[in-house]
């Protein structure tokens, strides 16, 4: 049977990849989409996550807008990275899909409880969303089989030196949400920052005839990071989508369970600490290490086997 997931997004460029990625495989059963400010604003989200699923050919899933900034500080714009309509200037027809009236909060409320098997929640994005739902109706959890995050990191960061965007943007609640109970999985920049597509590849998509091809290679071409000389440089990475190819080819990756916590106070706010030590140190012996919540990480990924996975499925 396939997996029924429910995905938390703020689509930008690589949300907009793993949509059409989720959408497209037979294996994953999309259950509704909720959307936050992160990568663009709420507004501009939920549009392009609307546009975006006509692109996929998806069905009636129910989309929902949620929280408009992080729980304790304002919304920060992504636009350096996501374009200021957070698909890179990508041009999509107009759409007759609407946003259901419900918050995202009820919807993820009322999907999870309703489903008549345990749900995955995969959340690509600062995580308010699910923080609030957790907060707010705990119970949930009882029919959550796991939530997968793109988040974090057990080395760099990107926001920062040490914190990666996603956790970043809201600490708080990717700190709610590892303290929740319910399973986590954490596909974080380790992984993210290693599947890619090459440009020439990217490019023959954007020219070619099939029309979602014309539109991850667009999407692909906009993956972009500044060189040292501040010269932009394509890295054509899939980004989130890898984090829903987890959810369909487990062994593409390696993981370990691990202890993880969210820092969230000075320059380290919003780092993700992952205890990698094969033997525990003086702060375990000594009972300093304080609260740890173990989680399954992504340390280690076959990038060319996931890209491949991504392509073949998206082109059908």
């Not at 899939?238 to 369909?248: E, F, K, Q, T």
């Amino acid at each position: 049977m396939p997996i029924p997931v429910i995905l938390d997004v703020d689509t930008g460029v690589d949300d907009a990849l793993a949509l059409l990625f989720a959408v497209a495989h037979p294996e994953i059963d999309v259950l509704a989409v909720s959307c936050v400010a992160g990568n663009a604003s709420l507004e501009q989200v939920v549009d392009n996550t609307l546009r975006i699923l006509d692109v996929a050919g998806a069905g009636d899933v129910p989309v929902a807008a949620g929280a408009v900034r992080p729980l304790l500080e304002p919304a920060r714009s992504a636009s350096h990275v996501h374009g200021a309509d957070g698909l890179g200037g990508l041009v999509l027809p107009e759409t007759s899909r609407r946003a259901v009236e419900l918050s995202a909060v009820e919807l993820l409320r009322r999907t999870i409880l309703e489903h008549p098997t345990p749900v995955t929640l995969v959340a690509l994005a600062p995580q308010t969303n699910l923080a609030l739902l957790l907060r707010t109706h705990p119970e949930v959890a009882a029919n959550l089989e796991r939530i997968v995050f793109m988040g974090g990191s057990a080395s760099v960061g990107n926001a920062t030196a040490v914190a990666e965007f996603n956790v970043w943007h809201d600490p708080e609640a990717a700190a709610i949400v590892l303290d929740s109970a319910v399973p986590c999985y954490m596909y974080g920049l380790d992984v993210f920052n290693r599947v890619s597509v090459a440009q020439d590849r990217a490019a023959e998509l954007e020219a070619g005839e099939h029309p979602v091809g014309r539109v991850i290679g667009a999407l692909l071409g906009h993956r972009i990071a500044l060189s040292e000389d501040e010269h932009a440089q394509y890295t054509g990475l899939i980004g989130d989508a890898g984090a829903v190819c987890a959810l369909v080819d487990p062994e593409a990756l390696r993981t370990e369970q691990r202890p993880v916590r969210v820092e969230l106070a000075g320059y380290s706010r919003g780092q993700t600490l992952v205890d990698l030590r094969e033997f525990p140190g003086e702060d375990v012996v000594h009972g300093l290490a304080g609260e740890w919540t173990t989680a399954e990480v992504a340390l280690g990924v076959d990038a060319e086997r996931v890209a491949a996975l991504f392509l073949d499925t998206v082109l059908g």
